[in-house]
T-cell receptor, first 112, second 119 residues
Framework: DAKTTQPPSMDCAEGRAANLPCNHS???????VYWYRQIHSQGPQYIIH???NNETNEMASLIITEDRKSSTLILPHATLRDTAVYYC?????????????FGRGTSLIVHP | DTGVSQDPRHKITKRGQNVTFRCDPI?????LYWYRQTLGQGPEFLTY????????KSRLLSDRFSAERPKGSFSTLEIQRTEQGDSAMYLC?????????????????FGQGTRLTVV
C-alpha cells in the first residue's frame, strides 16, 4: 500500500505559480496519484489525477517523475481562493477494494 | 442532480443520544464512502459500499456505528449512544463504476459533510 508525504504548509504570492510536492516512493507501478483540495468547512474537491504522464486540466497541472516516486501539483496563477489544504493521495488496498486514503495534506496560503 | 448531498448539514446532540445521517450520492454512482474528519486532520475512512454491499469497514467504525445502503442508492450512517469524541465532520463521497483495467480508477466526489457536535 502506497503512502504519501507532503510538507505541512506552504505559502505563495497571488498571481504566482504554486508548486506543491508529494512523495509516494512506495507507489505500485499501476496505481494512480490523485490530488484533492479542501477549503475550510467544505468537502474535499477533486483536482486532478495521473498515472505516468503529466496531466493538465482547467484547474492545475500534475507533473509525475519518471520513477513515479514523487509528483508536483502546479497551480499556474494562484489566487486568494486557492487557499486550502491540498491532499495528495493514492488508493490504499483494503481487502479487495481500493480506498482513497488521506494524510494531513499541505496547507497552502495564498497571500496578496 | 448536481452533486453528493448530505443531510443534515449540522447536528447538535446530547451525549448518549442516537443520531442518523443521510447521504445521497450522484446518480449512477455505485460506489459510496463514509469518512470522518476532525479538526486539523485529513478525512479518515470509515466504510465503503459497492451498490448495496458494504465491502469495507475501518477499525474506526466501532459497534456503535452502523451504515446501510439498502437499495444501492442513498446511504445512512447511524451513531448510537453518542460520545463527545464522536464530534467531527462526517463526509460522504461517491464514485462511478470503475473502468475495465483494475487500477484505472475514477475520482471520488464529496458532499459538504454533516458536522456533528456532541454536548
Amino acid at each position: 500500500d502506497a503512502k504519501t508525504t507532503q510538507p505541512p504548509s506552504m505559502d505563495c504570492a497571488e498571481g504566482r505559480a504554486a508548486n506543491l510536492p508529494c512523495n509516494h516512493s512506495t507507489i505500485s507501478g499501476n496505481e494512480y496519484v490523485y490530488w484533492y483540495r479542501q477549503i475550510h468547512s467544505q468537502g474535499p474537491q477533486y483536482i486532478i489525477h495521473g498515472l505516468k504522464n503529466n496531466e493538465t486540466n482547467e484547474m492545475a497541472s500534475l507533473i509525475i517523475t519518471e520513477d513515479r516516486k514523487s509528483s508536483t501539483l502546479i497551480l499556474p496563477h494562484a489566487t486568494l481562493r486557492d487557499t486550502a489544504v491540498y491532499y495528495c493521495i493514492v488508493r490504499t488496498r483494503s481487502g479487495g477494494s481500493y480506498i482513497p486514503t488521506f494524510g494531513r495534506g499541505t496547507s497552502l496560503i495564498v497571500h496578496p | 442532480d448536481t452533486g453528493v448531498s448530505q443531510d443534515p448539514r449540522h447536528k447538535i446532540t446530547k451525549r448518549g443520544q442516537n443520531v442518523t445521517f443521510r447521504c445521497d450520492p450522484i446518480s449512477e454512482h455505485n460506489r459510496l464512502y463514509w469518512y470522518r474528519q476532525t479538526l486539523g486532520q485529513g478525512p479518515e475512512f470509515l466504510t465503503y459500499f459497492q451498490n448495496e454491499a458494504q465491502l469495507e469497514k475501518s477499525r474506526l467504525l466501532s459497534d456503535r456505528f452502523s451504515a446501510e445502503r439498502p437499495k444501492g442508492s442513498f446511504s445512512t450512517l447511524e451513531i448510537q449512544r453518542t460520545e463527545q469524541g464522536d464530534s467531527a465532520m462526517y463526509l460522504c463521497a461517491s464514485s462511478p463504476p470503475r473502468m475495465g483495467v483494475i487500477m484505472a480508477d475514477t475520482e471520488a466526489f464529496f458532499g459538504q459533510g454533516t458536522r456533528l457536535t456532541v454536548v
